[in-house]
């Protein structure tokens, strides 16, 4: 069926095959003996102690170097049975669209395989760098990222505005509401941050101490930049210029029932505040809405809760009823906007003593966040709708 289907198209099925299994045969060989014999300088991390984006930086040398070998050691198999030789004309400088159009794409093949071999080999290795703070920088990008996209892209149909609130170098403290039963939001927002902003800035959320106990969540959350909602962390951040995200709420929030969506809860005594004052970081309200409806908590159960050491055990219209299923989140219309900085320049260090200016702060943020909520609930137009 398979030959019948490639001579309907016009392609040489044993030649194409053949071809395609040379060309995979090629790269293999190309990556065993830079991994073997070191005949190639190794990949290095310096794309991204640079903050530039994997691939473009960390293993690009080897990648490339293995890569280009690869597609001009065997035949391109976008152009076995034609004839047209557009994959050599590719290669050769020529525009691989003036032929059939295979060379661009057979050549995209190895250099994918190659960069994927190149990250495989950079973690098998040890060749890649963390920060104090444990954040892995090409991990977050190539893999956590990456598998949380689908669902920010097509699942909660996220819709960013203010992106240009968050500065372009420099400390900024992101303050959020918090919801949802499960940190989405957190999540959803860091992705915000790193694909809508123009420099693909990192959001490092501030959490609780009970995410770094849990296995596995733990050590993903420490590689994706999180560290524990302390002021000393949150300062230390700041001071390197990091772009730091909280969520006051706490479990005040994304424990909440569902007939009190959207009504913030305490901001706690603002410490946040006075972690951005001491450090003269700018403070960007962020408001969040679609988190909400994700999981809508209609109940709780304490006594289990209190057995299994969680703050709370929600009940929702889906869990636990249809057992793991229920896991899965509905798929709200989410809106997330960024409002213009409180800058906190003005205020010297000795202000974030003063508990009164940072209760005003606080409270300033606070009112900011609850006012733009309201905003965006009257623009969403449909719950689960586009």
């Known amino acids: 069926m398979t030959e019948s289907l490639l001579t309907a198209l016009g392609i040489d ?64 198999p976008g152009t076995a049975g034609t004839g047209t030789g557009a994959g050599a004309d590719a290669r050769d400088g020529a525009d691989p669209g003036s032929g059939d159009g295979g060379g661009a794409s ?6 994918a395989l190659a960069e994927f071999l190149a990250f495989a080999r950079r973690r098998l290795t040890g060749e890649y760098e963390v ?14 990222i990456a598998a949380l996209r689908p669902l920010y892209r097509a699942w909660f149909r996220v819709e960013v505005s203010g992106i240009e609130n968050v500065p372009d170098d420099g400390a900024a403290l992101v303050v959020a509401n918090h919801s949802g039963a499960i940190a989405l939001d957190a999540l959803m927002t860091q992705v915000a941050v790193f694909d809508e ?29 999180a560290t524990l909602a302390t002021n000393a962390d949150a300062e ?4 390197g210029g990091s772009v730091v995200g909280v969520w006051p709420e706490g479990f005040k929030g994304v424990g909440k029932p569902f007939s009190e969506r959207y ?49 709370y ?44 200016l940072v209760f005003e702060l606080a409270d300033q943020v606070r009112r900011t966040i609850q006012q733009t909520l309201y905003a965006l609930l009257m623009r969403r137009s449909s719950v689960f709708g586009r």
Not at 106 to 111: L, T
Not at 198 to 224: I, M, T, W, Y
Not at 236 to 239: I, K, Q, S, V, Y
């Open 263 to 311: 009504k913030l809860q305490r901001f706690g005594r603002g410490g946040f505040v006075s972690a951005a004052m001491r450090t003269r970081a700018p403070i960007v309200p962020c408001s969040i809405v679609g988190a909400e409806e994700t999981y809508p908590i209609i109940g709780n159960m304490p006594a289990t809760a209190r057995l299994l050491g969680l703050p």
């Open 106 to 111: 057979a050549d995209a093949v190895p250099e």
């Open 13 to 76: 099925g044993l030649a194409a095959m053949r071809s395609a299994v040379e060309q995979t045969r090629t790269v293999l060989e190309e990556v065993l003996t830079v991994t073997v014999t070191g005949g190639t300088e190794g990949p290095t991390t310096t794309g991204t102690r640079s903050g530039s984006r994997p691939g473009s930086g960390s293993g690009a040398g080897a990648a490339a170097k293995v890569g280009d070998e690869a597609s001009g050691g065997a035949e391109d």
């Open 313 to 356: 055990l929600p009940v929702t219209p889906t869990w636990p009823w249809l057992g793991p299923l229920g896991l899965v989140p509905l798929p709200s219309k989410w809106l997330i906007e960024f409002s213009p900085p409180v800058h906190t320049e003005e205020y010297g260090e000795k202000a974030a003593e003063d508990p009164m």
């Open 197 to 225: 902003h123009p420099k693909h800035r990192h959001l490092r959320p501030l959490g609780a101490d009970l995410v770094f106990r849990a296995p596995v969540v733990g050590e993903l959350a420490r590689k994706s930049g």
């Open 236 to 239: 230390r951040l700041l001071a």
């Open 131 to 144: 920060d104090e703070f444990g954040f892995d920088r090409e991990l977050t990008e190539r893999v956590l």
